[in-house]
């Protein structure tokens, strides 16, 4: 049963344009909400994170948006570049738990074309 | 951050044998954690590894397949035994700092 999903296994965008990555979870346990992203032959590196009491979060290029009542959270990328093409994973942390413990979706495949 | 040192990198093993995966830190840490990334799947969360004590298990995973030692804050080892193929896959450690986890580049697990 997958708690966390991501239900695009991948996403093409032009450059400059806006990337839009999406992720649903399907229990209230989780609170924490981090975004990673991964290059082949890497491990995953951190890009954003939300906590449960806020609905956006703003790191430079990158914003995350939770909607809790529809347990839905989505990862903007404003503008895309192509250094951005990566496998990107949303995961989940429970309350009260671990950062560390987390709970992972699927993957999304983002290309950012020239 | 968290600089994290695994070895090997990758590696190719003969079924029914065991792999030795360590995980190094650069500053002493609680907790270490272990995943597994299979072939086209998530990351998936294999146990958690305290300092002096015995790891606690996924479900789904057992001490018995996935030994893990923490024989201090900044050192762990898991051992993936008596392999198969369906044990291909990518194992990571990873540590928390603050509110973030941090990822070693992981082992990249064949097994013929």
């Known amino acids: 049963d997958q708690q966390v999903k991501q239900n695009s296994p991948s996403l093409s965008v032009q450059e400059g344009r806006i990337s839009i990555l999406n992720c649903d979870y399907t229990?209230?346990?989780?609170?924490?909400f981090l975004w990673y992203k991964k290059y082949p032959a890497e491990g995953p590196t951190f890009l954003i994170s939300i906590s449960s009491i806020k609905d956006k979060n703003e790191d430079g290029r990158f914003t995350v948006f939770l909607n809790k009542s529809a347990k839905h959270l989505s990862l903007h990328i404003v503008p895309s570049q192509p250094g951005d093409s990566a496998v990107y994973f949303c995961a989940a942390s429970p309350h009260p738990g671990s950062y560390g413990k987390l709970t992972f979706g699927q993957g999304t495949i983002l290309t950012v074309h020239p | 951050s968290a600089v994290i040192s695994q070895k090997p990198s990758r590696d190719i093993c003969q079924r029914g044998t065991s792999l030795t995966i360590q995980c190094q830190v650069d500053s002493q840490v609680t907790m270490m954690f272990w995943y597994r990334q299979q072939p086209g799947q998530s990351l998936t969360l294999i146990a958690t590894a305290n300092q002096g004590s015995e790891a606690t298990y996924e479900s789904g995973f057992v001490i018995d397949k996935f030994p893990i030692s923490r024989p201090n804050l900044t050192f762990s080892t898991l051992t993936v035994s008596n392999m198969s193929p369906e044990d291909s896959s990518i194992y990571l450690c990873s540590v928390e700092r603050n509110t973030e986890a941090f990822f070693g580049q992981g082992t990249r697990l064949t097994v013929v």
């Open positions: 229990t209230s346990m989780f609170d924490y």
